[in-house]
């Protein structure tokens, strides 16, 4: 039963999500912790769709592990065409990855594998082409966005620049050549001018590395950087986990998110109407001045907060605004 459960599943990812080729070079990249049932599963899928699949299994690193791969899993990644990552370990910000992207290959990468109800409804149990629909319009909304504004009850109150930056559905999908992708999908995503970045972010949701936070957490930003961090043993984590990086941009906004899949659930950043915002590591597409080279990423969440467009509101109270066609799924 399970075979057949995640058989769908596979499919899916590889019609859908890859739209890998006959005779293109795939690679399944699964790690120690990995359900090999479902890494079996896209192998079969792979070799199904006629590529030329193969499975790579890894030691699990844990997310503070900052080193690179080691030569023959390298190897694998440069030599393929297609990559879909089934692991805990970060595939994506590794330096092979990064190098295959530049020369083409096309990489995605599943969220959590900890949660396989979630990473298998969030795939199969909604209209996954109408989510990407309102992701894309989401994006042509924010690329034409002089000034996008975040408010919650709880205090937040940041501003910051769009316009002239591009926007991702972050579907999940990777279909063209060196694009990045992370699935389940449903985040679009951008990165604010930094430097027009200035207020106030309370976080009542999540903190990479933290979990949910058991009492909100205040970061203070000037010009894209935060400066001050606030708010008790939560407060004092995310702080300390910054500042033992060394790497000084850890502490720079680098995209704003909003969850659109409905099937996620709290905490999720993909969880219906949930605003996100990433600080430190920035891929290459957001087209920002953060960059690559720090390796530290966290994501903060709040549950309940209001998006303004140039005055009009967006989503508030994780209800999207349908006076701008932005309806429900």
């Not at 909100?216 to 000037?222: F, G, I, K, M, Y």
């Not at 935060?226 to 939560?234: F, K, L, N, P, S």
Request: charged letters at 25%; aromatic letters at 6%.
């Amino acid at each position: 039963m399970a075979v057949f459960k995640w058989g769908e599943w596979a499919e899916a990812v590889m019609r859908m999500l890859v739209e890998v080729k006959p005779g293109e070079n795939l690679l399944i990249l699964a790690d120690t912790w990995t359900n090999m049932e479902i890494a079996e599963a896209c192998l079969i899928a792979g070799i199904n769709a006629k590529a030329n699949a193969q499975l790579l299994v890894i030691p699990r690193m844990a997310p503070s592990d900052r080193r690179e791969f080691n030569p023959s899993t390298t190897g694998a990644i440069m030599g393929a065409d297609v990559i879909v990552g089934l692991c805990e370990t970060n595939v994506n910000r590794r330096a092979a990855a990064r190098e295959a992207r530049e020369k083409g290959a096309r990489t995605t990468s599943v969220v959590s594998m900890k949660e396989e109800d979630y990473v298998f409804e969030a795939l199969l149990d909604i209209d996954y082409p109408a989510m990407i629909k309102l992701g894309e319009k989401i994006c042509e909304m924010w690329e034409k966005t002089e000034v996008c504004r975040v408010t919650s009850a709880l205090g937040t109150d940041i501003s910051f620049r769009l316009k002239g930056r591009p926007a991702d559905p972050c579907d999940g999908r990777a279909i063209r050549p060196g694009q990045l992708g992370y699935f389940p999908g449903g985040t679009p995503s951008i990165a604010p001018i930094e430097e027009t970045i200035n207020g106030t972010i309370v976080v009542d949701g999540n903190i990479t590395g933290s979990g949910v936070v058991s009492e909100p957490v205040t970061a203070r930003l000037e010009k894209g950087v935060i400066i001050a961090i606030e708010g008790g043993a939560d407060a004092d984590a995310w702080r300390s986990l910054l500042e033992s990086t060394g790497e000084p941009k850890a502490f720079h906004l680098c995209h704003f998110n909003v969850g659109i899949n409905p099937r996620a659930e709290l905490p999720a950043e993909h969880a219906w109407g949930i605003v996100d915002f990433g600080f430190g590591h920035q891929d290459a597409w957001y087209q920002g001045t953060v960059g690559q080279d720090v390796k530290m990423h966290t994501d903060v969440t709040l549950y309940s907060a209001t998006i303004t467009l140039d005055g009009v509101v967006m989503v508030e109270d994780r209800k999207f605004n349908p006076d701008l066609g932005l309806g429900g799924l």
